[in-house]
């Protein structure tokens, strides 16, 4: 009844795999043929049942602890940052420059929240929740995100809290906290460990610090130059461990 | 060294990809064993990852995925588990009357979702591929490592099939 060819284009149409002057003639031939509109239908029809009832379903927790595990380095963790806080900052920044020639300019969630810090820089809305409290800020992404955030005020350091925002990552809310000093913006967003490298880099023109905890990798994005990003991580850091050890 | 490389590289391709390479084992090898299978292929990966760095790595680290589920599944099925059956059991899969009563006294989530699993996994796997994961063509090549028009002439036979079984052709 159908001709084979209809079938054929119907679903290189949903699919999206006809070129631009073929989906144009496609869209003409469908408003003129009701029995071609009819198997175009039908495909939609099958691929609206087939989402809605196969969820996406996430990786059993047991399953990702094991091959996060699988995945660690030997070594303890924050090797870079223990050893840069104990050689002072200028080896903090030494070692960030070092470590710059290493970042991966293709790592894909890097680029994402650049292109998030970038995007909220521009929008002039760098953040869904505005306050300078961090006992506004905090509850805020902790609703939102499974792992919350860590908001440390580092207003005595010269870098005022403004707010937070979530970003997207392979489908999960990031954390992620803003910071002004003078008129330039610092995100940082938080992560489980297994999702980032450390060390600084540049991206896009931003300079980017990631540095990582016992419990969590942290990025930073900011027009700011490096070495007062590096300022900022360090002090950033230094809030979350003095944070951990005074907490119940 | 080449191990912490391949560490690095594990971090940034595999556990990023990993919730899509659970739903490809399970929709391959069944709930039971796709953690099995995504164990063993984190493994592949890992050892794999020492040498050169994958150019395309979400296709990459799924071909691994999909290897294996089809190594397992052949493993535990024997001889009724070959290419002839992956594919070509699409017309055998569907119209017995039996079948389809079965299917209609069902809920439809029920009823989508076994005859998702009445597909020939070759078939399924293009569809889920295309539907569930979003891939285009070109990615889902990569993956199975098949010919395009292959994977053109899969997913036409896969939903051929479901809509039958499914019933999708009658209006409604």
Known sequence: MTDEDDILRAQLALDGELDAQAQLAFERELAERPELAAVYARHARLRQALREHTPREAAPVRLRARLEKLGASAPPRRPWLGAALAAGLAGFAALAGFEAGRARRDDPALAALVSGHERAVLSGQPFDVASSDRHTVKPWLAARAPLGAFVPDLGADGFALIGGRLEILDGRPVPTVVYRRREHLISVAELPLSQTGAGAAVVEGYHVARWRDEERAYIAISDLDAGELAIFAERFAKAAGNAKTTAP | ?172
């Open chain 2, 1 to 172: 060294m080449s191990e912490d490389t391949a560490k690095r590289r594990f971090r940034e391709i595999v556990l990023p990809h990993l919730d899509d390479a659970w739903r490809l084992a399970r929709w391959l090898v069944g709930p039971e064993d796709a953690e099995d299978v995504v164990q063993d292929a984190a493994i592949r990966a890992l050892g794999a990852l020492a040498g050169a760095a994958p150019v395309k790595p979400r296709a990459w680290w799924l071909a691994v995925v999909r290897n294996t589920a089809l190594t397992h599944a052949r493993k535990r099925r024997g001889q009724n588990w070959n290419h002839a059956n992956e594919e070509e059991a699409a017309d055998a899969a569907d119209p017995s009357p039996d079948a389809e009563t079965a299917l209609i006294a069902q809920g439809e989530g029920a009823r989508v979702r076994e005859a998702l699993g009445r597909l020939p996994p070759l078939l399924r796997e293009a569809l889920m591929l295309r539907e569930i994961e979003e891939m285009n063509y070109r990615e889902i090549a990569a993956v199975t490592a098949a010919p395009i028009g292959t994977v053109m002439s899969r997913l036409a036979r896969a939903r051929a099939a479901l809509a039958r079984l499914l019933k999708v052709d009658h209006d409604g």
